[in-house]
């Protein structure tokens, strides 16, 4: 692919941290991968290295002053937003994730990353005191919660001599994924993905629920995921500790009964449902309106199974393709196997929720993710976030066999 041809152009914020120097060899990486780049820098960054030399390696005047009135555009940050396809900050200094992650706008960059609709990468450089500080760690969490991708720092060599994390990434690992993501970026265009997260809630009395341990996480990054490559999303979950994605459409559930509406609601409008939520398998036969006196306790509490999601919207099924999730602590394979079959899945991601660290409440995952005659491999421990991506692509094999 010729430079600029066919690709959107891609934003490359930088900020002033020691490691501006590799600035220069991500402009060049995204150059070499067939991308155009703007580069946007920061008032102190452009104390540390001249915006002149950005501006030679892009062929782009770079931006830094937002009340510069010699733009091209008319209200810049608006306008390129609409041209750009990624926007990626890099290196990203602990000031600027501060103030994209609590929204401050008070230079340019701060003020564009509000603007964009594109997918953010940022690879953040600071010393090993600044990255592991709380409050960087919680700003860091707050984006990754808005959908924000990062490039995570290595281990390795300070400029401030000292040794340990918040080394910026190599700029191949930078542009690497940066490419990944704009190529990924239309690849669900025009289809609307429905998501099932999070655990359901089956109360007994009004203070008194069963539950189970599920935390949304694996069904947000599914979500996430589906809206980086570009589908409509709608979020169906249950009660979780989570920000929702930005421009998912969220229906916030309690009990498997909402959760079946809702989902059998929005089912005719969706090309993909990907059915990550640990829907409780029992409620109260006769749950209380009045919360129950302990000495009023019942011998016994009667349980009964909840609504069977899964093979309601199956039967359902007009060309939908649908993904089911299941979790066990023995037979993998073999209950996954039988679920395909049972409740007519495309495509099933089970996983084995006995290991130590994985699944349930943790960010990591291990799953086996096969097809509906059965075939495929199990994953290596991944992050949750890169799970999801590995589901999607093996969603889009599938979709790609179908059509
Ligand atoms: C030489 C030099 C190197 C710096 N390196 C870093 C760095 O790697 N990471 C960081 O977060 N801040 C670093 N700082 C501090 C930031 O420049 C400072 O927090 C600044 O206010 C950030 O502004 P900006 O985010 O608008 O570029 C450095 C400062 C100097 C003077």
């Known amino acids: 692919m010729g430079r600029g041809e066919d690709m959107a152009k891609i934003a490359l914020g930088v900020t002033s941290s020691v490691s501006i120097?590799?600035?220069?060899?991500?402009?060049?990486?995204?150059?070499?991968?067939?991308?155009?780049v703007q580069v946007i820098m920061t008032q102190n960054a452009a104390k540390l290295v001249s915006p002149l030399l950005f501006t030679s390696l892009s062929g782009h005047k770079t931006i830094v002053d937002l009340f510069e009135d010699d733009h091209p555009w008319s209200v810049a940050h608006v306008s390129l937003a609409r041209e750009i396809g990624l926007l990626v900050a890099a290196p990203a200094t602990a000031n600027i994730i501060a103030k994209f992650a609590w929204g401050v706008a008070d230079d340019f960059l701060s003020t564009f990353y509000l603007t964009v609709e594109c997918p953010v990468l940022v690879a953040p450089a600071m010393n090993e005191a600044m990255y592991l500080h709380p409050q960087t760690q919680e700003n860091l969490a707050r984006l990754r919660a808005r959908g924000v991708e990062f490039i995570d720092p290595d281990k390795g060599y300070l400029a401030c001599k000292d040794e340990g994390w918040g080394r910026l990434a190599a700029p191949e690992r930078i542009v690497g994924r940066g490419l990944e993501l704009l190529g990924k970026t239309e690849s669900l265009k025009g289809k609307t993905a429905l998501v099932t997260a999070g655990p359901t809630r089956e109360f007994i009395d009004p203070v008194r629920f069963l539950s189970n341990r599920s935390s949304g996480k694996m069904g947000f990054e599914i979500a996430r995921e589906a809206l980086l490559r570009g589908a409509r999303v709608i979020l169906v979950s249950g009660p979780v500790n989570l920000v929702p994605p930005a421009?998912?459409?969220?229906?916030?559930?309690?009990?498997?009964?909402?959760?079946?509406?809702?989902?059998?609601?929005?089912?005719?409008?969706?090309?993909?449902v990907v059915m990550a939520a640990a829907v409780a398998d029992f409620a109260a036969a006769e749950p209380?309106?009045?919360?129950?006196?302990?000495?009023d306790l019942p011998e016994a509490l009667k349980i009964v199974p909840t609504p069977d999601i899964l093979k309601k919207i199956a039967a359902r099924k007009k060309g939908q393709m649908i993904v089911g999730f299941a979790a066990e602590t023995e037979n993998l394979r073999a209950h996954a196997l039988r679920k395909i079959k049972e409740k007519n899945l495309d495509l099933i991601v089970a996983n084995d929720v006995s290991e130590e660290g994985l699944g349930f409440d943790s960010d990591f995952n291990r799953a086996l993710i096969l097809n509906g005659r059965g075939q495929g491999r199990p994953t290596d421990k991944v992050s949750k976030r890169e799970l999801s991506r590995l589901i999607w692509d093996r969603i889009e094999e599938s979709l790609g066999k179908k059509s």
């Open 21 to 36: 120097y590799k600035a220069c060899e991500i402009v060049r990486g995204f150059q070499k991968g067939g991308g155009d």
């Open 247 to 272: 421009r998912a459409e969220f229906i916030q559930v309690q009990s498997a009964e909402d959760m079946e509406k809702a989902v059998i609601k929005a089912f005719p409008k969706a090309d993909i």
């Open 288 to 295: 209380s309106l009045r919360k129950i006196k302990k000495l």
